[in-house]
T-cell receptor
Framework: SAVISQKPSRDICQRGTSLTIQCQVD?????MFWYRQQPGQSLTLIAT?????????ESGFVIDKFPISRPNLTFSTLTVSNMSPEDSSIYLC???????????FGSGTRLTVV | GENVEQHPSTLSVQEGDSAVIKCTYS??????FPWYKQELGKGPQLIID?????GEKKDQRIAVTLNKTAKHFSLHITETQPEDSAVYFC????????????FGSGTQLTVLP
């Protein structure tokens, strides 16, 4: 299965600022996903990012708040914009294995907004 | 869209006993059902998965069963060990058009030594 490197692993940010999270995969993948995991909660899909097209956002998430880039088949970024304390969560990227449709997750970015 | 319900939310077992976690799903088009283990400070790790063309799958101490008619699937861990303590998530997806995972709410498993 694919190996994902996600950076940063954690950060503490001031409200009103933005943070960009990077996700690097060791193989080419078509579909990449970004999830949010609020403290003690399950994973909620933010958006699906396919190379060469605009990201598709789930209900409750908008591009202005969570812009996503997908410049090639091995890399993606998620930006959390104009942050507030409510954005404090773990953000995870995930990829679909093209061979068996399994899903692999990065180690996550633990974001605290103060 | 898909809705996945997971029970129980917490589960404590004695070391060596078995643990069972159950999930139900709503979308009959779902055909892929993975289980993830998440340890503190880490991302979810796939521990076992099952596809809709089989009813059961085993991997050493871990097994998953699927009942398509009733739309539920279960994780079974036998001979539990303290290192099995973690949060477990079930998920469902349709590997056709809507290829994204919908997660259950999670189960905090504690194995008592």
């Amino acid at each position: 299965s694919a190996v994902i490197s996600q950076k940063p692993s954690r950060d503490i940010c001031q409200r009103g600022t933005s943070l960009t999270i990077q996700c690097q995969v060791d193989s080419q993948v078509t579909m990449m996903f970004w999830y949010r995991q609020q403290p003690g909660q399950s994973l909620t899909l933010i958006a699906t990012a396919n190379q060469g097209s605009e990201a598709t956002y789930e209900s409750g998430f908008v591009i202005d708040k969570f812009p996503i880039s997908r410049p090639n088949l091995t890399f993606s970024t998620l930006t959390v914009s104009n942050m507030s304390p409510e954005d404090s969560s773990i953000y995870l990227c995930s990829v679909e294995d093209p061979l068996d449709y399994g899903y692999t997750f990065g180690s996550g970015t633990r974001l605290t907004v103060v | 869209g898909e809705n996945v319900e997971q029970h129980p939310s917490t589960l404590s077992v004695q070391e060596g006993d078995s643990a069972v976690i159950k999930c139900t799903y709503s979308d009959s088009a779902s055909n892929y059902f993975p289980w993830y283990k998440q340890e503190l400070g880490k991302g979810p790790q796939l521990i076992i998965d099952i596809r809709s063309n089989v009813g059961e799958k085993k991997d050493q101490r871990i097994a998953v069963t699927l009942n398509k008619t009733a739309k539920h699937f279960s994780l079974h861990i036998t001979e539990t060990q303290p290192e099995d303590s973690a949060v477990y998530f079930c998920a469902a997806s349709n590997t056709g058009s809507a290829r994204q995972l919908t997660f259950g709410s999670g189960t905090q498993l504690t194995v008592l030594p």
